[in-house]
């Protein structure tokens, strides 16, 4: 892939740019096996997913800068001005599609960017999602609420500039804080969630709930889970720092599936998840029990025969470590986007041992990737109760830190 924001040196954040696919791919998978070698043996390592290199990106995440009827939308160079990135390529088409109708409507507004340096101005981000089925989610992130009448007044104009739009919001984040969203949101449309078709089932996205940045990438490790489970076959399945329950669900979609509990501290994310959930009750895909519950992963830990977990960069830490090494689990399942902290954790898990690892390649064009383990032990099977982590309680909402 070329892109000419690279080569102008406008943008260098997809570091590997202009690097063969198969050399990133081939570099990816021995770093992580290398990173990881002291805990994963060379025949559990299966061949790497493969991703498009280029138009895989199912969200937008765009910096507002420039001035009122002249924004830019991309990101912030050295200086803290704006960088314009519409056409940069690593976009889904839909997503790339809209995002020059979404300069044009903020131009025709008039909104007023916010000046980073200054910490002045109203409009932050855009923040734009495209389904498999081509709709969209677009968030308009404010500092104030003196701007966002005319977001509202300017809906109609924009839903009819972007015909697939299904959910579109206006976010408030009034601190002066290098975050891309706040914890207010107001949904201007009927529809407050999107579908995202992942052919086995459809997930629901809130405006705050996480899902992986690689659509096809994330129904491969989805579906690799999926057989993972089925090949061990527990009764249970305890699914922490589950975000819209991806994997739990896939799960409970199989033949002979377990229980599924599903623990997140997103309170959107676990509406999002038991949305799913009721879908495939109502229709019959899932029959066994599946809950989610919102709370922090490890202030408590349920026993169940299979544990699933997905943290975010930082890893389990070593309290939640103990408490799965001291668990009666018999097989972790370990989706990570950092092969340092997993590495870290592995090593405080002694007692299992990893039998299959898969690196799944979810940022192309960049040096990170997803690597997915099974590690198994022997042991009785468990019943369904409950054992404290000793953890700090969180108030289930709480924002989790943030991942790619």
Not at 108 to 117: G, Q, T
Not at 180 to 187: H, T
Not at 371 to 377: E, G, P
Request: glycine share 8%.
């Amino acid at each position: 892939m070329q892109c000419g924001y690279f080569e102008r040196h406008e943008c260098r954040s997809c570091t590997f740019m202009g690097q063969a696919y198969a050399e990133q791919l081939a570099g990816k998978d021995r770093a992580a096996r290398a990173g990881l070698a002291e805990a994963v043996g060379d025949s559990a390592w299966r061949e790497p997913l493969a991703s498009r290199e280029s138009q895989f990106r199912n969200k937008a995440k765009l910096v507002v800068g420039g001035t009122p009827g002249a924004v830019t939308l991309g990101i912030l160079d050295g200086d803290r001005r704006g960088v314009d990135l519409r056409r940069c390529g690593l976009h889904e088409p839909v997503v790339a599609q809209a995002i020059p109708v979404l300069a044009d409507w903020i131009d025709d507004l008039r909104l007023l960017p916010y000046d980073v340096a200054k910490r002045r101005g109203e409009l932050k981000h855009v923040l734009v999602t495209g389904s498999p089925a081509e709709e969209l989610m677009v968030r308009v992130v404010l500092r104030g609420d003196s701007q966002a009448q005319r977001v509202r007044d300017g809906l109609e104009d924009l839903q009819a500039a972007l015909p697939h739009l299904r959910v579109a919001t206006v976010n408030h984040l009034p601190e002066h804080v290098a975050l891309l969203e706040g914890d207010d949101e107001e949904v201007l449309t009927p529809a407050r969630t999107l579908a995202m078709d992942l052919g086995r089932l459809t997930l629901h996205l809130g405006p705050r709930s996480f899902f992986q940045t690689n659509t096809a990438v994330a129904v491969g490790l989805y579906e690799q889970a999926r057989d993972w489970v089925a090949e061990q076959a527990p009764a249970s399945l305890l699914d922490l720092y589950c975000g819209v329950g991806g994997f739990g669900l896939f799960a409970a979609t199989l033949p002979d599936a377990p229980t599924v509990l599903g623990v997140e501290v997103s309170a959107d994310a676990v509406a999002s998840a038991r949305h799913t959930a009721e879908s495939l009750r109502d229709s019959g895909t899932a029959t066994n029990r599946v809950e989610f519950r919102c709370g922090d992963a490890g202030s408590e830990l349920p026993d169940a025969e299979c544990v699933v977990v997905n943290p975010p960069r930082r890893g389990l830490g070593d309290e939640l470590c103990a408490a799965i090494e001291s668990s009666n689990a018999a097989t972790l399942i370990y989706s990570s986007c950092n092969p340092t902290t997993l590495a870290r954790d592995l090593a405080a898990l002694p007692t299992f041992a990893v039998t299959d690892a898969r690196l799944f390649d979810m940022f192309p064009q960049t040096p990170h990737a997803e690597v997915v383990v099974r590690a198994t032990r022997g042991g009785p099977h468990p019943s369904w109760s409950v054992r404290s982590a000793r953890r700090p309680r969180h108030r289930c909402g709480r924002p989790r830190p943030a991942r790619r």
